[in-house]
């Protein structure tokens, strides 16, 4: 076990630290509570290990043969981002009509992970650090895509209570509208390190 303990803390650190999948999930968890957020949390953390086997598969190989795709899936990815952080920034924020609405589903979720670009760092960097511990290639992919399941979730499910934490605590909808805010502003900060690569992909194309 001892072998995997990088792993473990390289997924504990991946997907405990702020990012898009847990600033969703802790909006949804003060917005909407921690039982309709579950088929959010579910859907990172079963799109994040799909995504890790198919590129570990052979969607990285295509990746290397054709770069442009991730050209395209990034401003797919921003658009979203854009289109979440503005959804979640306008919520309702009086306590009745807080509940309304419909938070981020399991399906929308795990697509999401295939245009996420803190998802591609961490699923670009397991495959690429962490491989090598056994004789087939196949099955290391799944072990790790198993390790991503079982340590990455318990992270998000805590992002997501954090938030319902927030939403019991805040009462006036002044704060809420603060609240969301801030939430918003968080997704679109975490946009920048992919609106610089997208920046440079266009002069690169414009040169």
């Known amino acids: 076990m001892t072998t995997f303990v990088p792993l473990i803390l390289f997924f504990l650190a991946g997907a405990g630290?702020?990012?898009?999948?847990?600033?969703?999930?802790?909006?949804?968890?003060?917005?909407?509570?921690?039982?309709?957020?579950?088929?959010?949390?579910?859907?990172?953390?079963?799109?994040?290990?799909v995504m890790l086997i198919s590129v570990g598969m052979g969607l990285g190989g295509a990746l290397t043969q054709w770069p442009w795709i991730l050209d395209v899936l990034r401003p797919i990815g921003v658009l979203y981002l854009l289109w979440l952080a503005w959804h979640i920034a306008t919520a309702p924020t009086n306590v009745e009509a807080r509940g309304q609405g419909k938070p981020p589903g399991f399906v929308q979720m795990a697509l999401f992970q295939?245009?996420?670009?803190?998802?591609?760092?961490?699923?670009?960097?397991?495959?690429?650090?962490?491989?090598?511990?056994?004789?087939?290639?196949?099955?290391?992919?799944?072990?790790?895509?198993?390790?991503?399941?079982?340590?990455?979730?318990?992270?998000?499910?805590?992002?997501?209570?954090?938030?319902?934490?927030?939403?019991?605590?805040?009462?006036?909808?002044?704060?809420?509208?603060?609240?969301?805010?801030?939430?918003?502003?968080?997704?679109?900060?975490?946009?920048?390190?992919?609106g610089v690569e997208i920046w440079e992909s266009v002069q690169s194309l414009l040169t």
Do not use: D, Q
């Not at 579950?38 to 290990?49: H, L």
């Open 114 to 194: 295939f245009v996420n670009p803190k998802a591609w760092t961490l699923v670009v960097a397991a495959v690429s650090t962490y491989t090598g511990f056994m004789g087939s290639f196949f099955v290391e992919v799944l072990v790790i895509a198993g390790f991503a399941l079982v340590f990455s979730t318990p992270c998000t499910a805590v992002w997501a209570l954090l938030g319902v934490g927030a939403g019991k605590v805040i009462s006036k909808p002044a704060h809420m509208r603060a609240f969301n805010t801030i939430m918003a502003g968080l997704l679109v900060v975490s946009l920048i390190p992919a």
């Open 17 to 49: 630290t702020p990012g898009p999948n847990n600033t969703i999930a802790m909006a949804s968890g003060a917005n909407y509570g921690f039982r309709r957020t579950i088929p959010c949390i579910a859907g990172v953390n079963v799109g994040f290990p």
